[in-house]
């Protein structure tokens, strides 16, 4: 069966998303992942978008941002930023969620802000950044309050970092019991779903490990891509290939192919 | 009922300033926005600017673009499925800018606080990461302390952080439609449009379509922007061009990269403007312009349904001149 690896990714993500979930969804990946589950096996699912626009299915293909007319075309309701990041997120009644990153640490914090020669935390300064990237958007508010959520990310080792330069959206900060003595409300993340595989927090310590590869590559390629020392889970799988009923409920929301452009 | 429609030069003359606190709100970041009045302030000179905002979108890219913001608040400064902002990000990395990163929840709760006239907002999201940590307004500083100060819950001991709230000087409002009063109907997602119009001293809104009171008063609950605090309507069709307005058009996709890829450098972003900005000088011209056949392309929205409503109550441009004509006279 052909699909490209943007695609496993985005079936592998939505397997992630459960029936009835209360769920944030961004723009891209994060939006194409949650609508396949929707139509795949989560016919329930409760989504929305950070500016508060709710009941929908997208048209169209992939909508340009979170409150694009192809996403707003049929909604049953819109309000606002304080509404879905405040009332749902931040409160901590959001049951899952799916962001994006530019790098990843191995504790899961998340760096969509800038990439600097020198990261301010080793500086001791906060000079401008060698590439500006977008800054957290909803993310942060995603990272603090939702019960739990997942990142996706292209497994490359400048992407998959020991520490990233700057932490847009917090994972497990340090690791070990940091996040809680942080007081955040919400779990942190569940998984991080990367190109190559998926990688899940140890309960204790908080690294993520290997969970499950992709049948397409191998524990060492995954090691490769890596920038930390990737430890492997003892019972390592491989994830199932995409089913063509997976396959074919991803394109009926991916219309416009935007996945399939990208390997 | 005043009438307070004005032109989008004199809105821009009157309302703006080199230096100032400069607020503008959308459905974010690639859909409404009052991107016309960002151009205006382009066309204007304005520059120095302290500029708040949820989102970028294209009008911060653009005022960043041609040198014109000092220093920016911000929750995310991209143009999601369109790429980075080319723009701000060339006036960020070469110091030109400074910018202040908070959430897209934060930027919405300062809002609140600024309209509650709080001196500040707790703070459980945005803590206990870089987003507390690095200030653009104290970079030899790491950690900053005076961005997102640690306080203490006076009931239980946690520890939280504060956000300042925010006031900013002039919001200019992009809204689907509005009276010639200010009382304003916004299709799509509001964003922090609600908040922002009762946290700036002074709102400007600008309408792609002028309407009728007595569709306000058959929808008053959708009318969550007031005339009460809003000192003057401006109308500017297609005014979030090339992003999209829900309910009127869609993005001009084509436009909305050419437009970004053009701000990479100096050289192209002053060609651009040559060509997009400077070069109409009223309503007419500025739809010339972008051309009809662009217009009825991006006008055929899946989203027209939704203005179904109003329809009846919408003035023609010729009953829009004599509005504004008369209260000129």
């Known amino acids: 069966m052909e699909y490209t690896k943007q695609e496993f990714m985005a079936i592998v993500t939505g397997r992630e998303i459960s029936d009835g979930e209360l769920i944030i969804l961004g723009v891209g990946l994060s939006m194409l992942a949650g609508y396949f589950a929707r139509r795949n096996h989560a016919p329930n699912l409760r989504a929305f978008t950070e500016g508060g626009v709710y009941g929908s299915t997208p048209v169209g293909g992939l909508p340009w941002g979170i409150e694009c007319n192809r996403i707003s075309a049929n909604a049953t309701s819109f309000t606002n930023a304080i509404d879905a990041l405040g009332f749902l997120v931040a409160s901590g009644r959001c049951d899952n969620a799916v962001i994006g990153a530019a790098q990843v640490d191995k504790y899961g914090n998340v760096n969509t802000t800038g990439i600097w020669e020198e990261p301010p935390w080793k500086l001791g300064k906060y000079p401008p950044p060698k590439v500006r990237l977008n800054g957290s958007g909803g993310a942060n508010d995603i990272a603090v309050g939702a019960k739990k959520y997942l990142i996706m990310a292209s497994h490359e080792s400048r992407r998959f970092t020991q520490k990233v330069d700057y932490i847009s959206s917090p994972g497990y900060l340090d690791g070990g019991d940091a996040r809680q003595k942080a007081g955040f409300v919400g779990g942190g993340p569940a998984a991080i779903i990367s190109t190559l595989g998926i990688l899940r927090p140890d309960p204790e310590s908080k690294e993520f490990y290997l969970d499950a590869y992709y049948p397409f590559t191998t524990v060492q390629e995954v090691k490769e891509a890596t920038g930390w020392e990737l430890k492997v889970s003892p019972e390592v799988g491989v994830v199932p290939e995409p089913s063509e009923e997976e396959l074919a409920n991803l394109r009926a929301v991916d219309t416009t192919g935007s996945l399939r452009k990208k390997n | ?329």
């Not at chain 2, 996709?253 to 972003?269: G, I, L, P, R, S």
Request: aromatic share 10%; glycine share 6%; charged share 20%.
């Open chain 2, 1 to 329: 009922m005043q009438n307070k429609l004005i032109s989008m030069q004199e809105a821009v003359a009157t309302y703006t300033w080199d230096g100032m606190t400069y607020c503008h709100g959308a459905a974010f970041p690639v859909g409404s926005d009052s991107v016309a009045f960002g151009k205006e302030m382009v066309k204007q000179g304005k520059k120095d600017l302290n500029v708040i905002c949820h989102c970028g979108s294209s009008q911060v890219n653009l005022l960043a673009a041609v040198g014109a913001i000092r220093r920016c608040e911000v929750g995310f400064s991209g143009l999601e499925v369109y790429g980075f902002a080319n723009g701000l990000n060339r006036a960020v990395t070469s110091g030109q800018t400074v910018i202040e990163d908070y959430s897209n929840g934060a930027m919405a709760f300062r809002l609140f606080g600024g309209a509650m006239n709080w001196p500040f907002v707790p703070a459980t999201v945005n803590i206990n990461n870089d987003q507390q940590w690095c200030s653009g307004d104290e970079p030899d500083t790491y950690p900053a302390s005076n961005k997102i100060p640690v306080i203490a819950d006076p009931f239980t001991g946690k520890t939280l952080g504060a956000f300042s709230s925010l006031r900013p000087e002039v919001a200019a409002i992009h809204v689907t439609m509005a009276d010639v009063a200010g009382n304003a109907i916004m299709l799509g997602s509001e964003w922090s449009r609600f908040e922002m119009s009762r946290a700036a001293d002074k709102v400007v809104l600008v309408a792609d379509k002028i309407v009728d009171t007595a569709c306000m008063r058959q929808y008053p609950n959708l009318v969550r922007i007031i005339a009460e605090v809003v000192e003057a309507v401006v109308y500017w069709p297609y005014c979030s061009w090339p992003q999209a307005s829900c309910g009127l058009y869609d993005s001009d996709e084509e436009h909305v990269f050419y437009m970004n890829q053009a701000m990479k450098t100096a050289e192209d972003t002053e060609d651009y403007c040559q060509k997009w900005v400077h070069s109409y000088q009223n309503r007419d011209e500025y739809l010339d312009l972008i051309g009809a056949d662009k217009l009825a392309q991006i006008s055929a929205t899946e989203t027209a349904f939704l203005m179904d409503p109003y329809r009846q109550w919408i003035k023609t441009d010729a009953e829009v001149r004599e509005l504004e004509a008369r209260r000129k006279g």
